[in-house]
């Protein structure tokens, strides 16, 4: 919950990643200009897609909650807990 009070009590810092994720999936229609080729680049911008969604997108907690922990799904402490945090 922290994460998503920073990013969101912060504008700087979700425009400057803008920028930079903008910048780096642009890129990818010319590798070379970072010197790499297509293949070597796409890895990193899955994982920098990844940390859009998941993280800068200020919605931790809400992708904490939604994803499965397992046998703890079937807990209905554990899910009264859950909706007690949110």
Request: net charge negative.
């Amino acid at each position: 919950m922290s994460i998503d009070e920073i990013i969101r009590n912060r504008p700087i810092l979700k425009q400057h990643w803008q920028q930079y994720f903008k910048s780096m999936c642009s890129t990818e229609y010319n590798p070379a200009m970072l010197g790499v080729t297509a293949e070597q680049l796409r890895p990193l911008i899955v994982q920098l897609t990844q940390i859009d969604a998941q993280i800068l997108s200020g919605n931790c907690l809400r992708n904490c909650y939604e994803q499965s922990y397992g046998d703890l799904d079937d807990d209905l402490s554990f899910a009264n807990h859950l909706k007690v945090t949110h």
